[in-house]
């Protein structure tokens, strides 16, 4: 029904940027909130970032000041850019999706498959 596509992770040195790209496509009537997720190894998945559909953000302490996420309402996609990156943003990034079908009224929240973020010199 819904498909949420990561792209643009890597291995990048500290101190290196990324931009991170999600995509949602299907039968999409529209789409509420939205965010980004990452789980290291060994660790739970935690919040990065959430951002409404107007575009409001609420950023992870850990990641305020060198992360920075829009949204493209009419592209059904979002962007993480990520700056001054560290070893320990090394993780899996999911992005998040809270999506109305066409077929209905209700939300339903949709995940990505991950993309593989390394940080590492």
């Known amino acids: 029904q819904v498909q949420l596509v990561e792209s643009g992770g890597g291995l990048v040195q500290p101190g290196g940027s990324l931009r991170l790209s999600c995509a949602a496509s299907?039968?999409?009537?529209?789409?509420?909130?939205m965010g980004w997720y990452r789980q290291a190894p060994g660790k739970q998945r935690e919040s990065v970032v959430v951002i409404t559909s107007d575009g409001n953000t609420n950023y992870a302490d850990s990641v305020k000041g060198r992360f920075a996420c829009s949204r493209d309402n009419a592209k059904n996609t979002m962007y993480l850019q990520m700056n001054s990156l560290k070893p320990e943003d090394t993780a899996v990034y999911y992005c998040q999706a809270d999506v109305r079908l066409k077929t209905g009224t209700s939300y339903f929240r949709f995940w990505g498959q991950g993309t593989q973020v390394t940080v590492s010199s």
């Open positions: 299907g039968s999409i009537s529209s789409i509420n909130g």
